[in-house]
């Protein structure tokens, strides 16, 4: 596969928090893989900040460790490193005092691509853009960076939004999803609106329902503190999933603009109707063996928080009326799995003996690991012994499909050119991050008033009983998490 790497503009990209897990583990990696493939031009700088006093040379230690540790050896060469380093520097800055924003703004230079990147905690977020607009290091072209959470419900988003747009216009704005980074993830859409096949079947009257996984093994890995505070509606259905059932519902968009994808996400979140409680299933992972339960890993013996979440969503309009989407997400589960399952009606009428037992079309799009399609299809069992019916799975693996080079970019190398090149589409808008905590307010607050307590699993399985009653009541079942 050839690549076609296009170089973005020279830019001056400030990091907050740049001593933090998430620059360490995801940002800079990210930035020295496009460094590596040659995106990166020549006068591209990368200006680190954190609070702890640092040299650059002290803190250029500091990258080539979080590299050594994060990226794996065979992914990067160590005189594209050094190199890389070079282009690294950083200045001590106190985001909530004053010292170190004039340092700050003696590293910028005018003309260049210009973007502040907060990956920070989100309560210095409104402050961080406040000292950016009043010491005029923000230039009308220069972008904003944040990371989620976005908010903690909807009167937070909103105040978090009037904050930033006090300062930015929303079209320097970049909230991140980084799900909306995945390359499995944009594929869907590549693979609904170029392609003719799916959309006259998109629809209500062929899908059945569609269940949409993200299914982690990991538990909540020193995070507790925040996680307890959020629980997996918040953490991961508010804004992944919520994503990936858009792309999967949305309308085609006219064109393929930032503002015209968004309209249609927002128009799914719109419809999205209210969930009633006994169309949730909430759990939390019990100890069991080596493993501690969650309540051990939140450090709060008490915690009601949930670890495990599905639900059953419909979508209140013409496309949709009558085909529920089933969300699950959790950690401690048997694999890290993230698929949708689309799962189309059974055929009008059965023209043959025993097929009772089949359970019909099903088009599984893998976003992680081994990313892929399979359409799941019946064929006649071979041999003899009469016609009988059996199942057989068409797949697709894009890394067999595509040959090596198909390396899947991490979501960040994506998202931070995206930034650079100052492309919104992959990022959300301030009124879809409201409209999705709109949705989810309601739904938090109805087991809140139950004082409904999350019901115990297993760690290493699919989740509580709960959420297979949740599908078997309705005459389905989930795929298997690892099928
Ligand atoms: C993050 C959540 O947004 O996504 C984490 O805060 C979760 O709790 C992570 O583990 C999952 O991301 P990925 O890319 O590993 O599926």
């Not at 804004?239 to 085609?252: D, I, S, Y």
């Not at 989407?325 to 059965?350: A, C, D, N, Q, W």
């Not at 389905?476 to 099928?483: K, T």
Request: glycine share 8%; charged share 25%.
């Amino acid at each position: 596969m050839v690549s076609r790497v296009i170089p973005v503009d020279p830019f001056d990209l400030v990091i907050f928090g740049a001593t933090g897990d998430l620059a360490r583990r995801k940002i800079l990696p990210a930035l020295l893989h496009r460094f590596q493939v040659g995106q990166m031009p020549d006068d591209a700088r990368i200006i680190c900040t954190a609070r702890t006093n640092l040299t650059t040379i002290a803190f250029r230690k500091v990258v080539r460790e979080a590299i050594e540790e994060f990226v794996s050896p065979e992914m990067y060469d160590k005189v594209d490193l050094t190199e890389f380093l070079k282009r690294v520097d950083y200045v001590a800055v106190n985001a909530t005092g004053d010292e170190g924003w004039s340092d700050l703004a003696g590293f910028l230079r005018d003309g260049f691509v210009r973007a502040f990147y907060l990956s920070v905690s989100p309560s210095l977020f409104a402050e961080i853009a406040s000292r950016l607009h009043k010491g005029g290091l923000a230039t009308p072209d220069s972008r904003i960076v944040v990371e989620k959470p976005f908010g903690h419900d909807l009167d937070s988003a909103h105040a978090l939004n009037e904050a930033l747009r006090s300062h930015f216009e929303e079209h320097q704005i970049y909230r991140i999803d980084h799900y909306l980074g995945k390359e499995t993830v944009q594929n869907l859409m590549v693979m609904r609106f170029a392609n003719s096949l799916y959309e006259p079947l998109w629809n209500s009257t062929h899908i059945d329902h569609v269940q949409i996984t993200v299914a982690e093994s990991i538990g909540v890995e020193g995070r507790g503190g925040y996680y307890d505070q959020s629980g997996a509606m918040r953490d991961m259905v508010q804004n992944h999933l919520v994503q990936l059932l858009c792309l999967t519902a949305m309308e085609p968009p006219s064109r393929f603009t930032p503002n015209a994808v968004r309209d249609e996400k927002v128009k799914v979140i719109e419809a999205l109707e209210p969930v009633a409680l006994e169309d949730i299933a909430r759990g939390q992972y019990r100890a069991a063996g080596d493993v501690g339960s969650y309540t051990d890993h939140a450090g709060n013996p008490d915690s009601q928080t949930e670890s495990f979440i599905a639900m059953k969503v419909e979508i209140g309009n013409w496309r949709w009326a009558g085909t529920p989407f089933y969300l699950r997400t959790g950690k401690r589960l048997r694999e890290r799995v993230s698929e949708i399952v689309v799962v189309f009606r059974k055929p009008p009428h059965m023209i043959f003996p025993n097929a009772g037992g089949l359970r019909g079309n099903a088009l599984v799009i893998r976003l992680q690991p081994d990313e892929g399609i399979t359409l799941r299809t019946t064929i006649k069992d071979p041999g003899p012994g009469g016609l009988r019916l059996t199942e057989v799975a068409l797949d697709m693996s894009f890394a067999e499909a595509l040959g090596e080079d198909s390396r899947a970019q991490d979501a960040y190398e994506r998202l931070v050119m995206d930034v650079i090149r100052g492309d919104q589409t992959l990022f959300m808008r301030g009124d879809e991050v409201e409209a999705a905590w709109a949705w989810a307010d309601p739904i938090i607050k109805t087991w809140e008033d139950a004082h409904q307590d999350p019901s115990p699993y297993d760690p290493g399985s699919s989740g509580p009983e709960d959420a297979l009653m949740l599908m078997h009541r309705d005459g389905r079942r989930w795929r298997q998490i690892g099928a």
